[in-house]
Protein backbone atom coordinates (compact mmCIF):
# COMPACT_ATOMS: atom_id res chain seq x y z
CA UNK A 1 0.00 0.00 0.00
CA UNK A 2 3.01 2.54 1.07
CA UNK A 3 3.90 1.85 -2.70
CA UNK A 4 1.06 2.65 -4.42
CA UNK A 5 0.57 6.19 -2.47
CA UNK A 6 3.72 7.04 -3.47
CA UNK A 7 2.90 6.47 -7.35
CA UNK A 8 -0.51 8.50 -6.81
CA UNK A 9 1.64 11.85 -5.32
CA UNK A 10 3.99 11.41 -8.07
CA UNK A 11 1.06 10.90 -10.99
CA UNK A 12 -0.87 13.94 -9.09
CA UNK A 13 2.25 16.19 -8.60
CA UNK A 14 3.02 15.70 -12.58
CA UNK A 15 -0.36 16.85 -13.65
CA UNK A 16 -0.01 19.69 -11.21
CA UNK A 17 3.06 20.59 -13.37
CA UNK A 18 1.58 20.13 -16.76
CA UNK A 19 -1.37 22.45 -15.84
CA UNK A 20 0.76 24.95 -14.82
CA UNK A 21 2.50 24.63 -17.76
CA UNK A 22 -0.50 24.98 -20.13
CA UNK A 23 -2.17 27.22 -18.13
CA UNK A 24 -0.15 30.11 -18.91
CA UNK A 25 -0.63 33.13 -16.04
CA UNK A 26 1.18 36.36 -15.96
CA UNK A 27 0.80 39.02 -13.26
CA UNK A 28 0.72 43.11 -14.36
CA UNK A 29 1.45 45.47 -12.03
CA UNK A 30 0.33 48.96 -12.45
CA UNK A 31 0.71 52.89 -11.08
CA UNK A 32 -0.71 56.09 -12.17
CA UNK A 33 -0.63 59.53 -10.58
CA UNK A 34 -2.92 62.61 -11.69
CA UNK A 35 -2.38 65.89 -10.48
CA UNK A 36 -5.72 67.47 -9.00
CA UNK A 37 -7.26 70.93 -9.52
CA UNK A 38 -9.83 72.92 -7.74
CA UNK A 39 -13.61 72.66 -9.62
CA UNK A 40 -12.45 69.63 -11.39
CA UNK A 41 -14.48 66.53 -11.66
CA UNK A 42 -13.26 63.98 -9.60
CA UNK A 43 -13.71 60.50 -11.72
CA UNK A 44 -12.40 57.32 -9.91
CA UNK A 45 -13.72 53.86 -10.92
CA UNK A 46 -15.92 55.23 -13.18
CA UNK A 47 -17.74 57.04 -10.58
CA UNK A 48 -17.91 60.80 -9.96
CA UNK A 49 -16.43 61.73 -6.75
CA UNK A 50 -18.35 64.59 -4.77
CA UNK A 51 -15.26 66.68 -4.08
CA UNK A 52 -13.74 70.06 -4.14
CA UNK A 53 -11.44 68.70 -6.63
CA UNK A 54 -10.47 66.71 -9.40
CA UNK A 55 -8.10 64.72 -11.18
CA UNK A 56 -6.43 66.63 -14.08
CA UNK A 57 -5.48 64.80 -17.26
CA UNK A 58 -6.15 64.27 -21.38
CA UNK A 59 -9.13 61.58 -20.65
CA UNK A 60 -11.14 61.78 -17.92
CA UNK A 61 -8.04 61.27 -15.58
CA UNK A 62 -9.61 58.42 -13.81
CA UNK A 63 -6.19 57.24 -11.52
CA UNK A 64 -7.61 54.02 -10.59
CA UNK A 65 -8.69 52.67 -14.26
CA UNK A 66 -5.32 54.00 -15.69
CA UNK A 67 -3.67 51.96 -13.18
CA UNK A 68 -5.74 49.09 -14.16
CA UNK A 69 -5.19 49.49 -17.91
CA UNK A 70 -1.23 49.57 -17.23
CA UNK A 71 -1.51 46.23 -14.78
CA UNK A 72 -3.22 44.62 -17.67
CA UNK A 73 -1.35 45.84 -20.93
CA UNK A 74 1.92 44.58 -18.76
CA UNK A 75 0.89 41.63 -17.65
CA UNK A 76 0.46 40.45 -21.68
CA UNK A 77 3.42 42.39 -22.64
CA UNK A 78 1.70 44.99 -24.70
CA UNK A 79 3.84 48.28 -23.54
CA UNK A 80 1.40 50.90 -21.49
CA UNK A 81 -1.60 52.98 -21.43
CA UNK A 82 0.14 55.93 -23.04
CA UNK A 83 1.68 53.82 -26.09
CA UNK A 84 -1.92 52.68 -26.61
CA UNK A 85 -3.70 55.98 -26.11
CA UNK A 86 -1.55 59.01 -26.28
CA UNK A 87 -2.30 62.28 -24.46
CA UNK A 88 -1.16 63.33 -27.76
CA UNK A 89 -4.18 61.83 -29.68
CA UNK A 90 -7.15 63.75 -29.76
CA UNK A 91 -9.50 60.79 -29.69
CA UNK A 92 -9.24 60.15 -26.30
CA UNK A 93 -9.47 64.40 -24.96
CA UNK A 94 -12.08 63.70 -23.00
CA UNK A 95 -12.74 60.26 -22.67
CA UNK A 96 -14.39 57.89 -20.45
CA UNK A 97 -11.44 55.66 -18.92
CA UNK A 98 -13.77 52.66 -18.71
CA UNK A 99 -13.66 52.89 -22.46
CA UNK A 100 -10.07 52.65 -22.30
CA UNK A 101 -10.43 49.19 -19.90
CA UNK A 102 -12.57 47.88 -22.79
CA UNK A 103 -10.08 48.19 -25.01
CA UNK A 104 -7.45 46.74 -22.88
CA UNK A 105 -9.37 43.86 -22.85
CA UNK A 106 -9.87 43.71 -26.32
CA UNK A 107 -6.28 43.49 -26.40
CA UNK A 108 -5.65 40.89 -24.21
CA UNK A 109 -8.50 39.26 -25.94
CA UNK A 110 -6.25 39.29 -29.02
CA UNK A 111 -3.35 37.68 -27.45
CA UNK A 112 -5.51 34.82 -25.82
CA UNK A 113 -5.68 36.06 -22.33
CA UNK A 114 -8.37 36.96 -20.09
CA UNK A 115 -8.27 38.44 -16.48
CA UNK A 116 -8.72 36.73 -13.92
CA UNK A 117 -8.58 39.23 -10.64
CA UNK A 118 -7.89 43.06 -9.90
CA UNK A 119 -6.18 44.04 -6.69
CA UNK A 120 -6.25 47.90 -6.66
CA UNK A 121 -5.06 50.80 -4.32
CA UNK A 122 -5.75 54.32 -4.29
CA UNK A 123 -3.61 57.01 -1.68
CA UNK A 124 -5.67 59.92 -1.48
CA UNK A 125 -6.38 62.14 2.09
CA UNK A 126 -9.37 62.94 0.77
CA UNK A 127 -12.63 62.11 -0.08
CA UNK A 128 -13.25 59.11 2.03
CA UNK A 129 -13.61 56.10 -0.95
CA UNK A 130 -15.26 53.36 1.28
CA UNK A 131 -18.84 54.46 0.32
CA UNK A 132 -17.90 54.92 -3.37
CA UNK A 133 -16.34 51.20 -3.57
CA UNK A 134 -19.43 48.95 -4.22
CA UNK A 135 -20.20 51.70 -7.26
CA UNK A 136 -16.83 51.14 -8.59
CA UNK A 137 -16.89 47.33 -8.55
CA UNK A 138 -20.09 47.62 -11.00
CA UNK A 139 -18.68 50.02 -13.09
CA UNK A 140 -15.56 47.98 -13.77
CA UNK A 141 -16.90 44.46 -13.43
CA UNK A 142 -18.84 45.91 -16.30
CA UNK A 143 -15.67 47.14 -18.28
CA UNK A 144 -14.04 43.92 -17.67
CA UNK A 145 -16.57 40.57 -17.65
CA UNK A 146 -15.45 40.27 -14.06
CA UNK A 147 -17.59 39.47 -11.38
CA UNK A 148 -17.70 41.43 -8.37
CA UNK A 149 -16.07 39.00 -6.10
CA UNK A 150 -12.51 39.53 -8.27
CA UNK A 151 -12.46 43.05 -7.99
CA UNK A 152 -10.42 44.18 -5.06
CA UNK A 153 -9.92 48.18 -4.31
CA UNK A 154 -8.59 49.81 -1.09
CA UNK A 155 -8.08 53.42 -0.28
CA UNK A 156 -5.01 55.20 2.02
CA UNK A 157 -4.14 58.30 2.89
CA UNK A 158 -0.53 59.58 3.02
CA UNK A 159 -0.41 60.32 6.86
CA UNK A 160 -0.79 64.06 5.71
CA UNK A 161 2.57 64.09 3.91
CA UNK A 162 4.11 65.40 0.65
CA UNK A 163 1.97 66.08 -2.56
CA UNK A 164 -0.82 63.53 -1.69
CA UNK A 165 -1.10 64.77 2.14
CA UNK A 166 -1.20 68.22 0.63
CA UNK A 167 -4.58 67.32 -1.79
CA UNK A 168 -2.44 68.13 -4.92
CA UNK A 169 -2.89 64.64 -6.13
CA UNK A 170 -3.83 61.14 -6.13
CA UNK A 171 -2.29 57.69 -6.70
CA UNK A 172 -3.51 54.59 -7.69
CA UNK A 173 -1.67 50.90 -7.29
CA UNK A 174 -3.10 47.96 -8.94
CA UNK A 175 -2.42 44.33 -9.63
CA UNK A 176 -3.63 41.63 -12.05
CA UNK A 177 -3.57 38.12 -13.31
CA UNK A 178 -4.53 37.25 -16.69
CA UNK A 179 -4.10 33.66 -17.84
CA UNK A 180 -4.09 31.87 -21.56
CA UNK A 181 -7.89 31.81 -22.35
Not at 148 to 160: G, P, V, Y
Amino acid sequence: MPHRLGYQIAYTGCILLYIIRVMKIKVGFGFDVHQMKEGHPFIVGGVQLEHHAGAFGHSDADVLVHAICDAILGAANLEDIGYHFPNTDMRWKGISSLLLLKECMALIAAKGYTLGNIDAMLCLEAPKIKPYIPQMKVKLAEATGLDIDDISIKATTNETMGFIGRQEGVVAYAVCLIERA
